[in-house]
């Protein structure tokens, strides 16, 4: 396992040079009716820093009145929200609080700017639940998928990396073929019985010693206590990753999938379906071309005088 974390970390920095898109469709469902689906592509552009992500296209549809509601926008998040600089002039200069004239014109002016979201995008109603699911998915998909990682994956999901082996044991199995690939199967879980961590399963090629497959589990059901006071659990939450080379040896994940359900203050219970993809790889690299022969210029200097 040292040899895999080890080409894990490897593999890290070299997916920070490769440009790729991520086809993705995530769904929240009560019973077998679809209350929300969205259907997204992103490009992802990793960096030694950060990653940056372009929204390329999104397909949505919510059931709203018992009908569905396309839209072909995300729900506008707080981070993008511009802020209300009138709210901020009509502030004093002594730094009181603005009077009540000016506060009921800025809650005028705010359910106004409510109003007009609402008309832009039928899908959008800050004012009703129906809107809950497709918080649900976007808030998800963010979390699971977007969550400052290089590959398209939250880097938190899996414990193969150095940084993450030293809280898990592994067991060897067996050996195995899969995926056209001799593997090594192996389980983890966390070194203490306590930690809600992962467990699971990894098929590690025997000549790579990178990740083929890997699968996961919640290693501890959330307490009953918790599930009793608060009303929350999330069974069967657990997820499946496939890995693959490319041409130039480099490791990447391609698909991504989970499905779980959640149940919140009991009345409140979904079915969340995701399924990932990433592809069109295309690695980023620089390069200059000479296009034609170097003249030098004679210096004014050297021309004979008269």
């Known amino acids: ?3 895999v974390a080890a080409n894990q970390d490897a593999s890290e920095t070299e997916r920070s040079h490769y440009v790729y898109v991520q086809h993705a469709r995530m769904s929240s469902r009560k019973g077998k009716t679809i209350l929300c689906e969205e259907i997204t592509d992103y490009r992802f552009t990793p960096s030694a820093g950060e990653t940056h992500e372009q929204l390329l296209k ?7 009145n018992k009908k569905y509601v396309t839209y072909d926008k995300l729900l506008p998040s707080d981070e993008n929200k511009p802020k209300n600089e ?3 002039q009509n502030k004093a200069k002594d730094g009181k609080a603005p009077d009540a004239d000016q506060d009921k014109r800025q809650k005028s002016d705010e359910k106004k700017d409510k109003k007009e979201k609402k008309d832009k995008d039928p899908a959008f109603d800050p004012d009703s639940d129906e809107t809950i699911d497709r918080d649900l998915v976007e808030n998800m998909r963010k979390n699971l998928i977007h969550d400052k990682s290089k590959d398209g994956i939250n880097a938190r999901l899996f414990p193969l990396t150095s940084k993450n082996q030293a809280d898990y044991s592994f067991r060897m199995v067996g050996r195995e073929h899969l995926n ?7 389980t983890f879980r966390p070194k203490k019985k ?8 990894a098929y590690i090629d025997t000549t790579a010693y990178q990740p083929v497959l890997v699968t996961t589990t919640m290693a501890r059901k959330i307490p009953f206590a918790v599930r009793t006071l608060l009303g929350t659990n999330v069974p069967g939450l657990g997820f499946t990753v496939t890995y693959a080379p490319q041409a130039d040896g480099v490791w990447f994940p391609v698909t991504f999938s989970t499905e779980f359900k959640i149940h919140v203050l009991y009345f409140f219970h979904r079915q969340v379906f995701l399924n990932a993809e990433n592809r069109e790889f295309e690695k980023t690299h620089v390069t200059s071309t000479i296009v034609g022969e170097a003249i030098p210029v004679e210096s004014t200097d050297s021309k004979p005088q008269n």
């Open 180 to 186: 056209s690939r001799d593997v090594f199967h192996i």
């Open 1 to 3: 396992m040292a040899r």
């Open 86 to 88: 009138e709210g901020d």
């Open 58 to 64: 999104l397909d949505g549809r919510m059931l709203k």
């Open 194 to 201: 306590d930690d809600f961590g992962w467990s699971g399963d």
